[in-house]
C-alpha cells in the first residue's frame, strides 16, 4: 500500500542554546539535589544524547521552556521555582517534566531504581491460565450472573 | 468519474468539479473504517475524507527509551497541547473533563488503550429501569450480532462466560493474562465477594490479518509499536482501500453543503496549504467524532438548515457525555513488575455498575485495573505530598510504588444533560479559519457522589488485596474524555437528530456513524459500541440504498 507522507514530525527543532543548558543543569539540580542512593543529576546523560531525545519528544512545550530557561537565569533558583509553580503551573509542570524526563530517562538511573524498561514479553503458551489457577474465578462462578435483565424493546 | 482510488494528500487531489461520490465520509477514523469497507464491499465507490495523516508503527515511542517522555509532549493525549498539523483547538476552559481525540487514519484508536467491552442490556434501557435519561430505540439483544462481528474484526482478546453479560460466542482469542497485580487485586476482590472477570481488549495474541502478537509492551496509549492493537489503520483500511476506497489525507472538511429542499449536495475542504476544494456526493456519513461531528453540523448552515445541518431539533452538540473517570493506586510490598502490560485492562469488575439508589445517586461505574508505568508516570501517581518532594526523596517514593502498584480505574456513567455542550467558538479558529469547537461540561451532582462513594470502596477492595497504601486521584481532567451524545438517535424528531440507525431525521442523504449517536453514556468504554452501531448503521444504508434520496 502506497501511503501519502506523513507530516507528523515536521516542526522547529528543539535544542537549547549553552546558557540555557547551564540553566537547565541548575533547575535539574534542584528538582534533584545530590544524596547517597541514586546517581548525581549531573553524571548522567554525559554526552548529552538523553537531552536530545527529551527535548525532541518535548516539542510542544519548546517555547514555554526556554523562555523559563531565560527567565530563570536571572533569579535564584529556589525562589524562582516555587513563584513559577503558584503562578504558571503549566510552565512549572512543564520545567518539571524535563529535568526529570531527563533524568528518569538515564539506564543508570532506572537500574538504581529497579526498572528494566520497555522488553518485548511474548505471551507463553498457558501463562494466561496460570494466574487463574488454581480456581482463582471459582467464587465468580459459583455466584453466577449478575447483569440486569431488561425487558426487551 | 476521474476521482482516483487509492490513498494520498489532499494536495494531490484532482478530481474534476462533475464528479459525483457515491458516499463521502468525513473521518477515517473507527466508525468511519467500518462504514468505508463494508460499503466498499458493496461496490459503493467512497471517498474518505480525513484530516489526519497515515501513522507508521515505527513512529510509536512504546518500545523506545523516551517513551514517557513523549506521552507528556508529542503524543500527549490533549490536542491542545501536543498541538499536531493536525489538531484544531477546542476551547476546555468551562470543561471539568478535556476531550480526548486523535486526528489521523485510525481516528481514537491509535490512542485508545483497546479496552473493548460491550455495554450491559441495562445501558439501554436507563428510563425504564432506573427513571432517569432515557431509552435507547434499540436494545442489546438488537445490537449483539454486531458486536459479535465487530469483535472478530478487532480480534478480541476475551474470556467467554463473563457473569456480567449474557452469553454469547466466543471472541478470536483467549483472555490476556492478568498478571501478578491482576491476580492480586481478583484475591482482594474474592475476599469481598465481588464478581470479577479478565477483562476484553482489542490485543490479539496471534496473527490475523495485519495485526500480530502482543509483546506487553503495555504502552497501547501511546500507538503499538508492535502492531498488536487493533487500530482501524491496521483493521480496517487496508481491506477498504483494495476494495477501491478512496481515502484523502490532510483534507479539513468544513461545510456540508446542501441544496433548497435540504438534502446534502456535498462538502467544502482545504488541503494543508490552504487550498479550498469542493466534492459532490450523493451521500453524506459524518464519522469525525462526538467533538467534530457537531462542529461541522453546525458550521453548515443554509437557508434550508439555518440553525446549523440536521438541527431543527437543536440537540446538535449537545446531551455530551464523557465518562468521568477517577482512579485508586494500590501499592504493595511485593514487586509485580506491575508495568507489564499489556495496557490494555487487566481485570474488570461490574459490581457497583447498576443502580441502588441506598447509595445515594443512580447508575454506576465500571472498575478495571490497569499496570502503572516506568519512573517518571509513576512520579504523577504519588500522592500529591510525596510528589511535591524532590531529590533522594523523591526517588525513594517512585521506587517504593513503581512495580508495586496497580491501578483501580473507576469508569463512571455520566447523565445526559443539554447544557453540556458543544457549541462554535466565537473567536478561536482552525489555521483554515473554521470556527473552533468549545466545549462546555460539568459534572452534576449524581457523577459527583458516584465517584465519591466508588473511591471509598475501590480503597477498601485494595486493602483487602493487601496493598498497604491506596493513593486516591479525584476525576482525572484528561482521562477518559470519551466522546459522546452530541448527535443523539431516536424515534422522535423532536428528541433527537437521527433515527435509530444514523440516518439524520431532517436530511435524508446525511448519516452520522461515531459516539454522537449515544443516548446514554452507560458506564464502559465506547469503540465496540461504536463500531458495532457503525456496522449497523451501514447495514441499514445499504439495506435502503435503493431508496435512498439523493440531490444529484
Redesign the interface.
Known sequence: ??????????SEPFTLTSNQHATMLDVAA?????????PPVDAVDSDGS?LE??L??????RRTIQSCLDSAAEHDMGSYLQVLQQDDLEAYEALR?LV??RY??A?E??A???????R????GVG??E???SPD??Q???D??????????? | MTIRR????AT?FDASPDDVADVVIIGAGPSGAVYAKYLASWGFHVVCLEQG????TA?Y??????????M?????KNGN??????DYPVDTSEADVIPVMYN?VGGGTIHYGGHFPRM???D??VR??DGVAD????????LAPYYVRTEAEFAVSAMP?D????DGPAAPN???????Y??KL??GF?AL?Y????APNAIT?STIGDLV???????CEAGCP?GSKASVDITHW?AA?KAGTTLV??AWVSEVTTNAKGLATGVVFSD?NGVQRRLRTDLVVMAANGIGTPRLLLNSTSAAHPNGLANSSDLVGRNLMLHPTAMAVGVFDE?M?S???PAGQNIHS??FY?TDVSRGFVRGAKWLSMPTS???VT?DLLAPADRDT???E???H??RV??HSVLLVILTEDLPHEDNRVTLDPVATDRHGVPAAKVTYRRDQNNIDMVAWNLRKAEEALHASGARDVILHDVMPDQPGHLLGTARMGTDPETSVTDPFGRAHDVSNLWIADGSLYVTSGGVNPTNTIAALALRGVTELVRRAADQEVAS
Open positions: 500500500m502506497n501511503m501519502p507522507p506523513n507530516y507528523r514530525g515536521v534542584w528538582f534533584l539535589p545530590d544524596g547517597s542512593t541514586f538523553i531525545l527529551v525532541q519528544e518535548l516539542r510542544p512545550w517534566t526529570l524526563g528518569l530517562t539506564p538511573v532506572w538504581a531504581l529497579g526498572y528494566t524498561g520497555r518485548p514479553s511474548p505471551i501463562e494466561a496460570r494466574w487463574l482463582l474465578l467464587p465468580v462462578l455466584r453466577g450472573k449478575i447483569y440486569r435483565p431488561t425487558p426487551s424493546g | 487509492g490513498t494520498y494528500d494531490a495523516d497515515w501513522v507508521g513512529e515511542t512504546g518500545n523506545r527509551q523516551e517513551y514517557e517522555v513523549s507528556y509532549g508529542t503524543w500527549h497541547i501536543r498541538k499536531l498539523p493536525s489521523a450491559l442490556p441495562s439501554f434501557r425504564t429501569l431509552d435507547w430505540p434499540l436494545t442489546y439483544e438488537d462466560g457473569p456480567a453479560y449474557p483467549p483472555a490476556l493474562p492478568i498478571n501478578a491482576g491476580r481478583a484475591e474474592n465477594g464478581s470479577w472477570w479478565p495474541q502478537p502482543c509483546v506487553r509492551y503495555g504502552t508492535n487496508p482501500l489525507t490532510g494543508r514487586d513488575t508495568w507489564r502490560g461490574y459490581e447498576e516506568g519512573p517518571l512520579s524532590r531529590g533522594e523523591l526517588l525513594d517512585i521506587k513503581m512495580g
